[in-house]
Structure formats: C-alpha cells, structure tokens
C-alpha cells in the first residue's frame, strides 16, 4: 500500500511539472503586445484581458503595484497557474521588469490534506510556478525570493481552499 501511495504521489508530481511546464510554454509572450493592450503614455504598457476577474489596471507602476491582486489561489494537489490570474501576474512581472530596485518573496502555501513534508514540497512548487511565469517576462531572477510553509500558515478562513495559496509581498520598491 505504501509503495502504490509513493507512486500515486510521484505520477501526480511529474503530471503537475509538466502541466506548469506547458502553461509556461503556452504563456510565453514574444514581447509584442496585441489586442487588449494599453499604454500609460511613458512607452510602458501591459496586456489586459477582457475577461480577467483580476484588477482592472492596466498600466502599473510604484503607485499602484499595491492594488493588484497579490493571493493567487490553486486547485487541490495542483501548482498550475489558475487562467484568471494571469492579468494580474503579468503586471507584477512587469512592474518588477522595470524596476530592478524592486523584490518580491513568494510566499507558497498548501491546506492540510497530506504529509506536512508533502505540502511543503506543493507550496514550493506554487511559488515556483510564478517565479517561473516571472522570469519568462523578464524579470531577473535575483529579484524573486520563494519560500513554502506548507500548512503550517493555513488560511485564516478556515476553507481548505483558501490555504492552497500564493502570496506575492514587496521587499523593497
């Protein structure tokens, strides 16, 4: 039984590598920006989407970087970026691009469900998930500090759902 368990857990862990993996293939942009994109008249721009559920920035910048999302929400088991996140993931990214001063710490979560060593391992695969979806629009990777607590910061809510989580937070500006 324990042998099929660690196989179970090994499968579902290749399977969610190569789901992040293609999101990040099939997220990648060219650096060319199509319909939905905005400036703000300084050159800087970001692509919104119409049908994001996230802020409705579309230029960003040390004033309003605080007013984007910042707690991206993951499926059961799963590191795989949620689609409605993506807006607002691309403008931390870009604010991030253009200000190499600035610096975040993802900070991954999990809910109670499993071993407290295999929730660690979850939580750093979320916040590894957006490190990647950073570093693939630019940002230096040096910007980007990860860290998991696995369950042992669960949601205040209560919700199970709620703790299977990431939370961007500004280090510097």
Do not use: W
């Not at 196989?7 to 319909?35: M, Y």
């Not at 403008?91 to 407290?116: M, P």
């Amino acid at each position: 039984m324990k042998v099929l368990q660690t196989r179970v857990k090994t499968v579902a862990k290749i399977a969610s590598l190569t789901l992040t993996a293609l999101l990040i293939v099939g997220c990648s942009s060219s650096g060319t920006l199509k319909d939905g994109s905005a400036t703000d008249g300084s050159g800087s721009s970001a692509t919104t989407t119409g049908a994001s559920t996230g802020s409705s920035i579309t230029s960003v910048n040390s004033g309003n970087v605080g007013d984007l999302q910042s707690v991206f929400y993951f499926e059961f088991d799963q590191s795989v970026i949620r689609s409605e996140a993506l807006n607002d993931l691309s403008l931390h990214a870009q604010f991030l691009a253009e200000n190499g001063g600035a610096a975040v710490r993802l900070e991954g979560h999990a809910d109670e469900q499993g071993s407290r060593e295999y929730n660690i391992a979850l939580g750093e695969r979320r916040a590894q998930s957006i490190e990647q979806f950073f570093v693939g629009r630019g940002v230096n990777g040096s910007q980007i500090d990860t860290i998991s607590y696995g369950e042992e910061k669960p949601d205040i809510s209560g919700l199970a759902s709620k703790s299977r989580r990431v939370e961007i937070k500004y280090t510097a500006k």
